[in-house]
Nanobody, 123 residues
Framework: AQLAESGGGSVQAGGSLRLSCAASGYTYGSVCMGWFRQAPGKEREGVANIDPNGNANYAESVKGRFAISRGDGQNTLFLQMNDLKPEDSAMYYC??????????????????WGQGTQVTVSS
């Protein structure tokens, strides 16, 4: 099983980015997937997750600005990020569970991780 993120970059505050996660080697359509981020010196935190039925959860800090979605084949995960702020700067990671069912937006519930893609937002 492998997850590979792409789409990170440097933008000015107020800008947008779309992150993608290409998933392979597992049946991702039946498990919860999510996006997490980690800034230097901080804990890895949940940004958004989506369950097999398409139900999404978001961290309070990104509600109304970010949108998580799956590709039609269920093996691609996206994160549309709008109105980016400097505090959104971090390494962003795609993650997946290997157990079925819903899961909270907590890193301890996810066992598959990508290598991350850097997002930098300047003021």
């Amino acid at each position: 099983a492998q997850l590979a993120e792409s789409g990170g970059g440097s933008v000015q505050a107020g800008g947008s980015l779309r992150l993608s996660c290409a998933a392979s080697g597992y049946t991702y359509g039946s498990v919860c997937m999510g996006w997490f981020r980690q800034a230097p010196g901080k804990e890895r935190e949940g940004v958004a997750n989506i369950d097999p039925n398409g139900n999404a959860n978001y961290a309070e800090s990104v509600k109304g600005r970010f949108a998580i979605s799956r590709g039609d084949g269920q093996n691609t995960l996206f994160l549309q990020m709008n109105d980016l702020k400097p505090e959104d700067s971090a390494m962003y990671y795609c993650a997946a569970r290997t157990d079925s069912g819903r899961a909270p937006l907590n890193k301890h519930f996810y066992s598959l991780w990508g290598q991350g893609t850097q997002v930098t937002v300047s003021s």
